[in-house]
C-alpha cells in the first residue's frame, strides 16, 4: 500500500444526509485540508478548505424555515375577512361556512409541516477574523459519537495549524481575503458577500497599521 493511499484512508470523514437540507461529505487530509462536497436541492459544491482560516470555536445554529411559517400565518390572518366579508355575499346561507374553516386550518397545517421539516441544526466552523460560515455541518448526524470525533479532531488540526504557521496578523488577514476570494469564484459565498468582507478584513489591517 502506497503512503497516499494510507493517508486517503485514514483521513478523519464524516458523511450526512438529510430528506431537505441535502447530502454532505467532510474528509480531513494530513490534518490539515479540509474536502468538502455538499449536494442539496439539484445544486453542488465542492471545495477545499486550509484549516488555518478557520476560528476552531464551532458555533451552533437553528436553521428556521421562515418563509412557510410566514405563509401559515397568512394564510390563518386571511380565514377572517374571507368569512366575514367575502363568503356571506356568496354564500349567504352560510352552507360553505365549515368546509372554508376547514381548508384554511389544513393548508395552514401543511406549511406548518413544511416549515418543521425544512428546519434544521448546524454546527458551523466560521472563518478566523471575518466570522463568515465555512464548514456546515449538520448537528449530531449521522449519530451523536461521530460528529462529535470529527468535530474535535477538526478542532485540534485547526488549533495546531494556527500553533505552528507563526503568522502575524497582516499574513492572516491577507490569507483570508485570498481563501474568501477563491471560495467566491465556486460559490461558496453569496454574491457579494466576497467584496463586503474584504472590505472588512482591510479596515482589520489598517487598523493594526495604525
Do not use: C
Not at 15 to 36: H, M, P
Not at 159 to 187: C, F, H
Request: aromatic letters at 10%.
Amino acid at each position: 500500500m502506497t503512503d497516499a493511499a494510507a493517508t486517503t484512508e485514514s483521513a478523519p470523514q464524516l458523511e450526512q444526509q438529510s430528506l431537505f437540507a441535502g447530502k454532505r461529505q467532510f474528509t480531513l487530509k494530513n490534518d490539515r485540508y479540509l474536502f468538502i462536497d455538499v449536494t442539496a436541492l439539484g445544486r453542488r459544491l465542492h471545495y477545499e478548505l486550509d484549516v488555518l482560516a478557520l476560528d476552531p470555536r464551532p458555533r451552533f445554529r437553528l436553521i428556521v424555515a421562515w418563509r412557510w411559517i410566514l405563509v401559515a400565518a397568512l394564510v390563518l390572518a386571511l380565514e377572517y375577512p374571507v368569512l366575514r366579508y367575502l363568503l356571506p355575499n356568496l354564500d349567504p346561507e352560510g352552507r360553505y361556512a365549515l368546509t372554508v374553516i376547514v381548508v384554511f386550518a389544513l393548508l395552514a397545517f401543511i406549511f406548518i409541516v413544511l416549515a418543521f421539516a425544512l428546519s434544521f441544526r448546524e454546527t458551523v466552523f466560521v472563518s478566523r477574523h471575518a466570522r463568515y460560515p465555512l464548514v456546515h455541518l449538520l448537528h449530531n448526524r449521522p449519530d451523536r459519537a461521530r460528529f462529535r470525533d470529527f468535530v474535535q479532531r477538526l478542532r485540534t488540526a485547526i488549533e495546531q495549524a494556527g500553533e505552528q504557521a507563526g503568522l502575524n496578523r497582516q499574513q492572516w488577514l491577507a490569507g483570508e481575503v485570498k481563501t474568501l476570494r477563491r471560495l467566491s469564484g465556486k460559490g461558496v459565498l453569496r454574491p457579494g458577500e466576497y467584496e463586503r468582507l474584504r472590505t472588512r478584513l482591510m479596515k482589520m489591517t489598517d487598523e493594526k497599521a495604525g
